[in-house]
């Protein structure tokens, strides 16, 4: 019993510490680095992700860490920034077995879907544990997208991105 309130009460910290409503950060110093956080590999819900300072990720390949030991996701970035309302290349690497689904949540409960999802078999050089996808996504507003993804076997994972 005391090992549960324990959870709760983190629970809670974590979920004030989230996006606040509009995709904006929630009180996040300047300078920290894109976060993230998640939903359990066991299929039961945690608190939303935090949300990135800002939509600067560096050029090129930027990894962002999600639910951790479960759940990354590697963006294909020109320009160093992830901007809304235009296409963008991002692979997932997920643990667990079984088929992948993926959708994001935005600002103001906006949602959206990948434009497409394809699993890769080999061939990678990206050293995650779990099997690779790659997809394209448009993000169409700006501000806090957690993207959420579902295995057959049960496992969740979530990363949160922000979109300028």
Same mark, same amino acid.
């Given at each position: ?5 324990? $959870?709760?009460? %983190? ?8 996006? &606040? ?6 009180? /996040? @110093?300047?300078?920290?680095? !894109? /976060? ?10 945690? @608190?939303? @992700?935090?949300?990135? !300072? ?13 639910? @951790?030991? $479960?759940?990354?996701?590697? %963006? ?13 290349? $991002? ?15 935005? !600002? ?7 434009? &497409? ?13 779990? =099997?690779? #996808? ?5 993000? !169409?507003?700006?501000?806090? #997208? ?6 057959? =076997? ?11």
């Amino acid at each position: 019993m005391r090992l549960r309130r324990s $959870v709760l009460v %983190l629970a809670a910290l974590a979920a004030l510490a989230g996006c &606040e409503r509009g995709g904006q950060p929630a009180g /996040k @110093p300047s300078g920290a680095g !894109p /976060k993230s956080l998640a939903t359990s590999s066991a299929g039961t819900a945690a @608190p939303a @992700p935090s949300c990135p !300072p800002d939509n600067r990720y560096g050029s090129g390949l930027a990894e962002v860490e999600g639910t @951790p030991g $479960v759940f990354w996701a590697l %963006l294909f970035i020109a320009g160093g920034e992830l901007r809304a309302g235009e296409r963008t290349k $991002v692979a997932f690497r997920m643990t667990g077995a079984g088929d992948l689904t993926l959708h994001a949540e935005g !600002p103001e409960g906006a949602t959206t879907e990948p434009m &497409e999802v394809i699993g890769h078999s080999g061939g990678s050089t990206w050293q995650r544990p779990g =099997d690779e #996808w790659g997809s394209q996504w448009t993000f !169409p507003t700006a501000g806090c #997208w957690t993207i959420r993804a579902d295995r057959t =076997d049960g496992t969740r994972g979530a990363v949160t991105l922000h979109a300028g």
